[in-house]
């Protein structure tokens, strides 16, 4: 059954995917295109075209195309975007079903499902006969386990009968697609995918374990034509009450995929045990045994897909394909999945697995596949493109994926830290060491072993600084924090004899002088802070090619222009320290454009007592009044949200001034209202002043709070400040002592 023929194997080819799934809950539709904007967007197109890919995962959905029938199909998306894609040089690999139950006049359990897709799939070849590739209908075995045991998606079933009749249905439509297309074409091929994993158990679920992993196969197996009466799982098909004929059907009709779709997520390989007690409730079931993610639970991490490749060319001996490899995470974890991935199939290619192709998904990224969009909540994973600007922003992956592509080895050096799936903060319980050996990877072994360049991190004692570090560390990003003693910023000499000695691949400029008021007497020492010593670093930056974040403020503004700013607004600071600000903007971008320049505004955070939020929430919960002006109007800005996107955005190469904060336009005195309402605490106490009857203040903008035209990258300011409570907790119970610097004791400036 192998195809040994090694000429037919050549460079492993890297395709992309676009999330276009359209699933039903109910009587609801969720379709991801309207999420992600793609619908309307041709010009997708070529950003695609230009990551290198040779092939596409491409919707052209039955839910969508002919919901009310053949004869009243609309071919008109699918007549524009096709033939783009074929004169792009990119082979669409058409999908006709993705984690749907077809129109609503159809489902997963009807038995004319299969009849109705294969005409659906007969008018689709017809229409377009030069395409080669197609994928009828996506992951049948993971969709029937959602729509048929599970209960999550239509028809919402419980039980294994259900599941079964959904998963030869999607079959039996493949088969028939298959044939109805390639009476078209006939050398038209099937990428059939499925989700590819693998379930390790304590002794005691054994046999539960043994099920799940010959069931993962069941879909697969079908279209071969190797279930019988031998097969290891036919009891399991008779005892759910599946007539024989159903099944032996595929026997008579097997449909082989050309190529084996494997999707592989961090959620696809599981651990079970029967000591539910040691886990998260959420990972208990109605059996009583936990059912989580082996990353979160076994000390030892497994291997990755490799293996599990190995297994499918030992069943198989079909050529594979990844068809998704996809994880939601921060950036250098998305790139460290990425490249673990590449590097694995290139493994088992040279072990002499047929492996044709890495597909990156989703290029776009996903929404709300956190409550396996049950829901519209809008939690969005961003993929190679972040649709949270104006336009698509392409993100590191996308320049790993041209680097990939093109054969290039990759640049980024935070891949030399290792996936949050092999750090040892990944637990969700007691670690459980395994009878079994695991071998390490090649990078996992090797990472001590290598050089690594840090984040150098100036401003060691600050707010800004220490919550970098400590963000940092949670993402295995290598970083060292320099007090001025180590690298005084103003002095090019330091700066440059830092960057030698630690050889850094960015710098964060975290430090500066942040007192507002005291700055109209203190200019000279301001300014040399602000605004010389980001100049410093810019040029040694420039001249050594590393990539510089620095950070301006709000306060460059003069509150004139009646609502929020944007980054090409004119500046026009009103004191001592916005002038400070608008100088190093200007000249840190004349002398280094590649330069990150964020204006923020208005910190607040668990980590440092000093700042507003934490000031009036102390307060407030003790039962003092608290007093804050009420016409000032700022953007609030939760630190871990700023150094998070901030992390981001360094690694993605932005560049250019960027205004980073949590939204919301309130005065300070509407601040303290709003986390005293979410506290719990007596709002009432809040004694609201013009800022003028604050002594020692320099002029302000009355309104300075920050929009944005590049792109909205944090969450809102409730979201922000439920999360900073919880946070505050979690600080108390550990006994956190960490105290920043007192920066924003007027008002929470920047």
Same mark, same amino acid.
């Given at each position: 059954?192998?195809?040994?023929?090694? +000429?037919?194997?050549?460079?492993?080819?890297?395709?992309?995917?676009?999330?276009?799934?359209?699933?039903?809950?109910?009587?609801?539709?969720?379709?991801?295109?309207?999420?992600?904007?793609?619908?309307?967007?041709?010009?997708?197109?070529?950003?695609?075209?230009?990551?290198?890919?040779?092939?596409?995962?491409?919707?052209?959905?039955?839910?969508?195309?002919?919901?009310?029938?053949?004869?009243?199909?609309?071919?008109?998306?699918?007549?524009?975007?096709?033939?783009?894609?074929?004169?792009?040089?990119?082979? *669409?690999?058409?999908?006709?079903?993705?984690?749907?139950?077809?129109?609503?006049?159809?489902?997963?359990?009807?038995?004319?499902?299969?009849?109705?897709?294969?005409?659906? =799939?007969?008018?689709?070849?017809?229409?377009?006969?030069?395409?080669?590739?197609?994928?009828?209908?996506?992951?049948?075995?993971?969709?029937?386990?959602?729509?048929?045991?599970?209960?999550?998606?239509?028809?919402?079933?419980?039980?294994?009968?259900?599941?079964?009749?959904?998963?030869?249905?999607?079959?039996?439509?493949?088969?028939?697609?298959?044939?109805?297309?390639?009476?078209?074409?006939?050398?038209?091929?099937?990428?059939?995918?499925? $989700?590819?994993?693998?379930?390790?158990?304590?002794?005691?679920?054994? $046999?539960?374990?043994? &099920?799940?992993?010959?069931?993962?196969? !069941?879909?697969?197996?079908?279209? %071969?034509?190797?279930?019988?009466?031998?097969?290891?799982?036919?009891?399991?098909?008779?005892?759910?009450?599946?007539?024989?004929?159903?099944?032996?059907?595929?026997?008579?009709?097997?449909?082989?995929?050309?190529?084996?779709? @494997?999707?592989?997520?961090?959620?696809?390989?599981?651990?079970?045990?029967?000591?539910?007690?040691?886990?998260?409730?959420?990972?208990?079931?109605?059996?009583?045994?936990?059912?989580?993610?082996?990353?979160?639970?076994?000390?030892?991490?497994?291997?990755?897909?490799?293996?599990?490749?190995?297994?499918?060319?030992?069943?198989?001996?079909?050529?594979?394909?990844?068809?998704?490899?996809?994880?939601?995470?921060?950036?250098?974890?998305?790139?460290?999945?990425?490249?673990?991935?590449?590097?694995?199939?290139?493994?088992?290619?040279?072990?002499?697995?047929?492996?044709?192709?890495?597909?990156?998904?989703?290029?776009?990224?996903?929404?709300?596949?956190?409550?396996?969009?049950?829901?519209?909540?809008?939690?969005?994973?961003?993929?190679?493109?972040?649709?949270?600007?104006?336009?698509?922003? *392409?993100?590191?992956?996308?320049? @790993?994926?041209?680097?990939?592509?093109?054969?290039?080895?990759?640049?980024?050096?935070?891949?030399?830290?290792?996936?949050?799936?092999?750090?040892?903060?990944?637990?969700?319980?007691?670690?459980?060491?395994?009878?079994?050996?695991?071998?390490?990877?090649?990078?996992?072994?090797?990472?001590?072993?290598?050089?690594?360049?840090?984040?150098?991190?100036?401003?060691?004692?600050?707010?800004?600084?220490?919550?970098?570090?400590?963000? %940092?560390?949670?993402?295995?990003?290598?970083?060292?924090?320099?007090?001025?003693?180590?690298?005084?910023?103003?002095?090019?000499?330091?700066?440059?004899?830092?960057?030698?000695?630690?050889?850094?691949?960015?710098?964060?400029?975290?430090?500066?002088?942040?007192?507002?008021?005291?700055?109209?007497?203190?200019?000279?020492?301001?300014?040399?802070? +602000?605004?010389?010593?980001?100049?410093?670093?810019?040029?040694?930056?420039?001249?050594?090619?590393?990539?510089?974040?620095?950070?301006?403020?709000? !306060?460059?503004?003069?509150?004139?222009?009646?609502?929020?700013?944007?980054?090409?607004? *004119?500046?026009? *600071?009103?004191?001592?320290?916005?002038?400070?600000?608008?100088?190093?903007?200007?000249?840190?971008?004349?002398?280094?454009?590649?330069?990150?320049?964020?204006?923020?505004?208005? &910190?607040?955070?668990?980590?440092?007592?000093?700042? &507003?939020?934490?000031?009036?929430?102390?307060?407030? =919960?003790?039962?003092?009044?608290?007093?804050?002006?009420?016409?000032?109007?700022?953007?609030?800005?939760?630190?871990?949200? @700023?150094?998070?996107?901030?992390?981001?955005?360094?690694?993605?190469?932005?560049?250019?001034?960027?205004?980073?904060?949590?939204?919301?336009?309130?005065?300070?005195?509407?601040?303290?209202?709003?986390?005293?309402?979410?506290?719990?605490?007596?709002?009432?106490?809040?004694?609201?002043?013009?800022?003028?009857?604050?002594?020692?203040?320099?002029?302000?903008?009355?309104?300075?709070?920050?929009?944005?035209?590049?792109?909205?990258?944090?969450?809102?300011?409730?979201?922000? @400040?439920?999360?900073? !409570?919880? =946070?505050?907790?979690?600080?108390?119970?550990?006994?956190?002592?960490?105290?920043?610097?007192?920066?924003?004791?007027?008002?929470?400036?920047?």
């Amino acid at each position: 059954m192998k195809n040994d023929d090694l +000429n037919q194997r050549g460079k492993i080819e890297l395709w992309g995917g676009l999330e276009g799934t359209v699933n039903r809950v109910r009587d609801r539709y969720f379709s991801q295109m309207d999420q992600n904007g793609h619908a309307t967007r041709i010009g997708d197109l070529d950003r695609f075209a230009a990551l290198g890919i040779t092939a596409l995962r491409y919707p052209v959905l039955w839910e969508l195309t002919a919901p009310d029938g053949i004869e009243s199909a609309d071919w008109s998306w699918a007549d524009e975007r096709l033939p783009a894609l074929r004169d792009l040089g990119v082979s *669409p690999i058409v999908g006709l079903v993705h984690h749907g139950s077809g129109p609503r006049h159809t489902s997963l359990v009807d038995p004319g499902f299969a009849p109705k897709l294969a005409e659906y =799939a007969g008018a689709v070849a017809r229409r377009y006969p030069w395409v080669e590739y197609y994928t009828p209908v996506n992951e049948p075995c993971t969709t029937a386990r959602f729509a048929g045991l599970y209960g999550v998606w239509y028809p919402h079933g419980h039980d294994d009968l259900t599941f079964l009749q959904a998963l030869l249905n999607q079959c039996k439509g493949v088969v028939l697609s298959m044939r109805a297309i390639r009476e078209v074409n006939p050398d038209a091929k099937l990428v059939q995918t499925d $989700d590819l994993g693998k379930t390790y158990s304590t002794p005691e679920l054994a $046999d539960w374990a043994d &099920f799940y992993n010959e069931r993962r196969w !069941l879909a697969w197996d079908l279209l %071969c034509g190797m279930i019988d009466e031998d097969h290891q799982l036919w009891p399991y098909l008779m005892k759910s009450g599946i007539p024989p004929e159903d099944v032996l059907w595929f026997r008579a009709n097997p449909c082989p995929p050309d190529v084996m779709g @494997l999707n592989y997520y961090i959620t696809s390989e599981r651990w079970l045990d029967h000591r539910g007690e040691r886990y998260p409730q959420q990972y208990v079931g109605a059996h009583g045994f936990a059912d989580i993610e082996t990353a979160r639970a076994l000390a030892t991490p497994t291997p990755g897909i490799g293996p599990l490749m190995e297994e499918v060319w030992e069943r198989y001996g079909l050529p594979m394909a990844v068809t998704e490899a996809h994880i939601d995470a921060n950036r250098e974890d998305q790139l460290r999945w990425l490249h673990e991935v590449w590097n694995a199939a290139h493994d088992v290619q040279k072990k002499g697995g047929d492996v044709r192709a890495v597909t990156v998904w989703s290029l776009l990224g996903s929404y709300d596949w956190n409550c396996l969009v049950t829901e519209c909540h809008g939690y969005y994973e961003n993929g190679a493109y972040d649709l949270r600007s104006p336009e698509p922003r *392409p993100t590191a992956l996308a320049g @790993l994926m041209r680097e990939l592509a093109s054969g290039r080895a990759p640049s980024a050096p935070v891949l030399q830290g290792l996936g949050w799936w092999r750090r040892p903060g990944r637990f969700l319980c007691p670690p459980v060491a395994t009878s079994t050996t695991v071998a390490a990877l090649p990078a996992e072994r090797n990472a001590e072993k290598r050089p690594v360049q840090p984040i150098l991190i100036s401003g060691a004692t600050g707010t800004l600084g220490s919550a970098f570090a400590r963000i %940092c560390a949670e993402r295995n990003l290598a970083f060292k924090v320099l007090t001025r003693q180590q690298m005084d910023i103003a002095d090019p000499a330091s700066v440059d004899a830092a960057i030698r000695r630690y050889q850094p691949w960015a710098i964060v400029n975290a430090g500066g002088y942040v007192r507002v008021h005291d700055a109209e007497q203190d200019s000279g020492r301001c300014q040399r802070e +602000n605004a010389q010593g980001p100049v410093v670093l810019a040029i040694a930056c420039a001249r050594h090619d590393i990539r510089l974040l620095t950070f301006s403020s709000d !306060l460059v503004f003069d509150g004139s222009k009646g609502g929020p700013y944007v980054e090409s607004d *004119p500046v026009a *600071p009103l004191n001592v320290y916005g002038q400070s600000k608008a100088d190093a903007e200007r000249r840190v971008l004349a002398v280094n454009p590649e330069a990150l320049m964020v204006r923020t505004s208005a &910190f607040f955070g668990p980590w440092d007592r000093h700042n &507003f939020v934490t000031l009036a929430l102390q307060a407030l =919960a003790d039962g003092r009044r608290f007093t804050a002006a009420d016409d000032l109007v700022v953007s609030p800005t939760y630190v871990p949200d @700023l150094v998070q996107a901030c992390l981001d955005m360094l690694i993605d190469r932005e560049r250019g001034i960027w205004h980073l904060s949590n939204g919301a336009a309130v005065s300070w005195a509407d601040l303290a209202r709003r986390v005293a309402a979410l506290a719990g605490a007596d709002a009432a106490l809040v004694d609201a002043i013009p800022a003028t009857a604050l002594a020692g203040q320099a002029p302000q903008p009355r309104y300075s709070a920050l929009g944005s035209e590049r792109g909205t990258l944090l969450p809102t300011l409730d979201d922000a @400040l439920a999360r900073y !409570l919880k =946070a505050v907790q979690e600080v108390a119970r550990e006994g956190d002592t960490h105290v920043g610097a007192a920066q924003a004791a007027h008002y929470g400036s920047s």
